[in-house]
């Protein structure tokens, strides 16, 4: 193991284009659970009430769901050690920007630039109406479901539900950092939703070295990932930022 974080590192050291690409294991130690697997979200609590038709059903059914899952923790989580070396790793110029599932915006938190949210955020809210943006910090979750100031029309997060289109900036954005990069580090995701699984496929094929961190294999370990950092993202990360002198 050692000396496959020592490789890791080097190959980091050395990128000219290293990007990273995160999923919901980043973000376990901060205690925010994942999706899929035993403490999964969607082992707990059933997937229609993320479904883009449902909400616009019964939007304060969905809604009561969303606050309980993401809104009542989402606020006071707090960057772990992974984060915050994957932003150092940006600063000093390591890592160019960071292609994310994550709605959590733990990225941002731990001070990166350049995040790719795929999948949105929860931080902003739109109206269903006329589109206008808030940010959550103006909005009382205890009046459910929220609506717009301006036209009273009801408010959605940001965030992509099952069946909605990917924001297209995020997307097309995500592939071209994909295609550029030297150096591709795929940190705690199953990636099993399209087209976010697509963009480590796409790195690997225009020639990047995949690194990848996980405390299981995925689908990627033995289809196109070159180095397997098997562990907590925060004890790999931690030591690669050692290695790094970060
Ligand atoms: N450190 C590193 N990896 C971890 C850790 C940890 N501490 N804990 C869990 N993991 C790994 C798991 O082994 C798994 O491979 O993180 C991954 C989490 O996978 P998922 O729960 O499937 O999350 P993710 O891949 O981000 O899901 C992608 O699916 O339903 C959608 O929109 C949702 O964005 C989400 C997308």
């Known amino acids: 193991m050692n000396k496959k974080i020592e490789q890791a590192a080097e190959l980091i050291h050395k990128a000219k284009y290293a990007v990273a ?3 919901a294991g980043i973000s376990v130690e901060s205690g925010i659970s ?23 059903k ?5 809604w009561k769901k969303i606050k309980e899952i993401f809104y009542d923790k989402l606020n006071d989580a707090q960057p772990n050690s992974a984060h915050q070396v994957l932003s150092k790793m940006g600063e000093r110029g390591f890592v160019e920007s960071v292609i994310t599932q994550n709605i959590d915006h733990l990225h941002q938190k731990a001070g990166s630039k350049f995040v ?8 902003q809210l739109v109206c269903t109406e006329c589109n206008t943006e808030y940010d959550i910090s103006f909005i009382d979750l205890n009046f459910l479901p929220p609506t717009c100031y301006i036209c009273k029309g009801i408010l959605k997060p940001d ?4 069946n909605e289109p990917i924001p297209k900036f995020a997307e097309s954005a995500s592939f071209r950092e994909a295609e550029r990069s030297d ?8 990636a099993e939703v399209l087209p976010a699984a697509d963009i480590p496929v796409v790195a690997k094929k225009t020639g990047a070295t995949i690194i990848e961190i996980n405390i299981k294999e995925s689908h990627f370990t033995h289809t196109i990932t070159d180095i397997f950092l098997k562990g907590k993202a925060t004890e ?11």
Not at 58 to 62: E, G, N, V
Not at 116 to 123: A, D, I, P, Q, S
Not at 184 to 190: A, D, H, V
Not at 236 to 246: A, F, I, S
């Open 21 to 23: 690409f995160t999923g």
């Open 34 to 56: 994942p999706f899929r697997g035993e403490n999964g979200l969607w082992n707990k609590h059933h997937p229609v009430f993320f479904e883009i038709e449902f909400f616009k």
């Open 58 to 62: 019964k939007p304060l059914q969905s």
């Open 116 to 123: 790719y949210e795929l999948h949105g955020t929860y931080k």
């Open 159 to 162: 965030m992509v539900f099952f």
């Open 183 to 190: 150096v591709f580090l795929i940190i705690g995701t199953n």
């Open 236 to 246: 790999v990360m931690d030591k690669l930022g050692e290695l790094l002198y970060l």
